[in-house]
């Protein structure tokens, strides 16, 4: 079965900002060599530390930013230099949950325009009539009271307004769906109900996802594979048992040993690892492999040579001259 999104070495170049009129251009290079699968019906976590690369691997794919190198190819179709109304057309097909739903929503638009809009902008709703019955039907799936296209966003709490962005999503009945952190603004109470919300509409629906967090308990929750990345680059890519259960890169043990177990007694046998130092500076990348700096396994070669992702049997890819499988 051919992917639903296939992206291949992807880099995302910044320009930094010049303080005189005269000061050279300066480039930082946010995220370079980023491939990965996402199949039809499948969720792919990617994870990693704030200013690790996510969200800007997220823009260049729904090509809200643009790209430095690679490619992108969604439904079979080279995407990386589409433009004007090719890829206005496109985006129907590929769209986007924001995290804060607070300030995703135009808060002088009643839900039933905020839903409506891209129905409206993408010539689809052949008449009022059609877009009200649209509105509805879109809110009813993700759980939104029969009243709610008529208020505006403030009269609802935070995991009803995630609803709505989910439903304002589905509107172009897209094939893929970028998910930037769409819980991590809600009430851990509420976290769950929106997650197995969007499990039930993929089942349902056969979306494929992108699921961009910090959050490996979530993560663990909804995702099929998970992309551990670092400072610009995965670095570890596997299905979700195998990352949890078997890590191989030194930076994915030591994200995993820093979430709690439930259980105090399972808790207080685990080794928490903590490596030193700061994290890399993207602007001022070291070379060889970006996480030598603090890693208790680095070598010369480390410092040299920045390691391929490589297939360890099953699946597993990981970005280290030196762990094992």
């Known amino acids: ?26 480039m930082v290079t946010a995220v370079s060599g980023v491939s990965f699968d996402i199949a039809p019906g499948e969720t792919l976590g990617l994870v990693g530390e704030s200013g690790s690369g996510k969200t800007t691997v997220g823009r260049a794919i729904l090509r809200r930013i643009p790209t430095s190198a690679g490619q992108i190819r969604f439904e079979g179709q080279d995407i990386t230099d589409l433009a004007g109304e090719p890829l206005r057309r496109l985006r129907a097909q590929m769209q986007i949950v924001l995290q804060d739903p607070y300030t995703s929503l135009n808060p002088r638009m009643k839900v039933g325009d905020i839903v409506a809009e891209p129905l409206v902008v993408h010539g ?14 879109l809110l009813a799936r993700v759980g939104m009271p029969a009243d709610a296209a008529g208020r505006y966003p403030h009269s609802f709490s935070g995991g009803q307004r995630q609803r709505i962005g989910i439903a304002r999503a589905l509107a172009m009945k897209p094939s893929l769906i970028v998910a930037d952190e769409p819980v991590s603004a809600l009430d851990v109470s509420v976290r769950a109900q929106v997650v197995n919300l969007m499990q039930d ?15 490996l308990a979530v993560v663990r929750h909804i995702s099929h594979r998970v992309a551990i990345m670092y400072a610009g680059r995965i670095v570890e890519l596997a299905p979700r048992d195998a990352i949890y259960d078997r890590p191989i890169h030194p930076y994915t043990q030591a994200l995993l040993s820093a979430v709690p177990v ?29 996480f030598h700096p603090r890693c208790p396994l680095a070598t010369e070669r480390c410092r040299d040579d ?19 499988a």
């Open 1 to 26: 079965m051919s992917p639903t999104l296939s992206v291949r070495d992807l880099a995302v170049d910044y320009e930094l900002s010049r303080a005189g009129l005269f000061r050279r251009r300066r």
């Open 124 to 137: 689809l709703a052949p008449s009022r009539e059609a877009a009200r019955e649209a509105v509805a039907a």
């Open 201 to 215: 509409l993929q089942r349902d629906l056969g979306l494929s996802l992108l699921f961009i967090a910090h959050d």
């Open 262 to 290: 439930p259980s105090p007694t399972v808790q207080r046998s685990r080794r928490r690892i903590v490596h030193p130092g700061e994290s890399v500076d993207i602007a001022n990348p070291p070379s060889g492999c970006r």
């Open 306 to 324: 920045a390691p391929p992702l490589a297939d360890r049997g099953a699946g597993h890819f990981a970005a280290c001259w030196n762990s094992g």
